[in-house]
């Protein structure tokens, strides 16, 4: 086999339909839009979720519960195991967890969760902690401290 006699596989290309390019094409004069109406158009056509002038169903049913976003607190997460990365300092800040890329961007402050484990006495300061991430630190001999 030559390079010359590749071909692709039988049917899998597949020509574009060329329409209103006149009789003999089958698919001239209306270019397969039929005739007349908003379908028919340049640019005409209904936009999604429109029922003919009927009240939508998206505004037909009842709106429920509350959005809490301009209240909404985003921390930071970061789990026990992952303060291993950090072993030569005493005092974790969420300033010494940036510099050295554990975590990308503080949000609203940083929350320690209790994943992993824990085997030496550090202290962490963070805005938030899980329960258990309290207890294995506490059973470490570390200390914590809320910011």
Do not use: W, Y
């Amino acid at each position: 086999m030559k390079i010359s006699e590749l071909r692709p596989a039988e049917g899998s290309r597949k020509r574009k339909k060329r329409v209103g390019r006149g009789p003999g094409s089958g698919h001239g004069k209306t270019a397969c839009r039929g005739h007349k109406g908003q379908k028919s158009r340049s640019g005409g056509g209904v936009s999604p979720g429109f029922e003919g002038g009927q009240m939508p169903l998206h505004r037909r049913l009842p709106k429920r519960g509350f959005k809490n976003e301009p209240f909404k607190k985003v921390f930071a997460i970061i789990n026990l195991k992952s303060l291993d990365k950090v072993k030569d300092v005493d005092v974790i800040t969420p300033d010494i967890l940036m510099e050295r890329g554990i975590i990308k961007n503080l949000k609203d402050g940083l929350k320690v969760l209790g994943d992993g484990e824990i085997d030496r006495a550090i202290t962490i300061k963070a805005h938030a902690f899980s329960e258990t991430a309290r207890k294995k630190i506490e059973q470490a001999g570390g200390k914590i401290e809320v910011i």
